[in-house]
């Protein structure tokens, strides 16, 4: 049975419990983090816990856990050889339903479980993914990787209803970013676009890993917004995430990208990632 870390303790699944004054249930004060698993090893576990500290500085939740330790002990407990450890830290209980916490604030809650599954051989990997533009009406701190995905949630769930895949987030005449990835392009010069990393979109972990790469391999980035218009004039698109590390985009709104299949670029990016991964 699964082992589930809550605060210090390990609990099986079935009795891993937080109260109904959680914080984080009440008011969605809660950050997460998702660290891939690969060879049993957990991946970029500094760029993750990097941004976990600016998350947390944001939901103004104080906390000095050592996660490394953590997710280690849960990697080892649950016995995972490739897939990835969530965690999630919550503004803590209260006690009551109050929108100002207590002073001094309640100590955080702090959950980490794992799950299984395929990381490199993902199955939308060289089939690609087909995915929907739609309306960009999440909160203006999408920076910070807080538990407020309900909108996310809807969108991915569109997406399905309508055979899709995924949906890709437009505000104003500018592409942000997937329902949980961030989003990139090659134009028809070659060159990889990526929307700048600002409050607009969150902070990927593995786009940060896309640009090193993509410069190493001499290609020119441009971290700027895009368009639908540059989308769907594009060679290639792809979408970049810890979970499933890199997926080609291959049709928008019903057309097709490139050629309607996984891009030469692409597949270079997403190889030598996972080279990258396995050697690590």
């Not at 995972?80 to 916490?101: C, H, I, P, W």
Request: charged share 25%.
């Amino acid at each position: 049975m699964r082992k589930v870390w809550i605060n210090g303790e390990w609990f099986d699944e079935g009795e891993a419990k937080v109260s109904v004054f959680d914080r984080g249930l009440l008011f969605s004060q809660s950050v997460y983090e998702v660290v891939p698993v690969i060879g049993g090893r957990l991946c970029n576990i500094g760029y993750h816990l990097a941004r976990l500290a600016n998350s947390l500085k944001v939901a103004r939740i104080s906390d000095a856990t050592d996660w490394a330790a953590v997710f280690t002990e849960a990697v080892e407990a649950n016995r995972v050889d490739e897939g990835r450890v969530y965690l999630q830290v919550t503004g803590g209980n209260s006690g009551d339903r109050d929108f100002l916490s207590a002073t001094p604030p309640p100590p955080p809650t702090r959950i980490v479980f794992t799950q299984t599954g395929a990381v490199i051989d993902h199955p939308l990997a060289a089939r690609g993914l087909r995915i929907a533009l739609k309306p960009e009406a999440r909160w203006q701190l999408r920076s910070a990787k807080t538990t407020q995905l309900l909108y996310s949630v809807l969108m991915k769930e569109e997406a399905r209803d309508a055979g899709l895949d995924d949906a890709w987030l437009v505000d104003g005449d500018h592409i942000t970013e997937g329902t949980s990835s961030n989003a990139h392009i090659i134009d028809a010069r070659g060159v990889l676009v990526s929307h700048p990393v600002d409050h607009g979109v969150l902070p990927g972990v593995t786009r940060i890993c896309v640009m090193e790469i993509a410069r190493g391999m001499g290609l020119t980035v441009e971290e700027r917004p895009f368009t639908p218009e540059e989308l769907f004039a594009a060679r290639e698109a792809f979408s970049s995430a810890a979970s499933a590390l890199i997926l080609p985009v291959v049709e928008v709104d019903g057309r097709a990208i490139g050629n309607g299949a996984a891009g030469e670029i692409t597949r270079a990016i997403r190889a030598a990632y996972v080279e990258r991964l396995l050697n690590a």
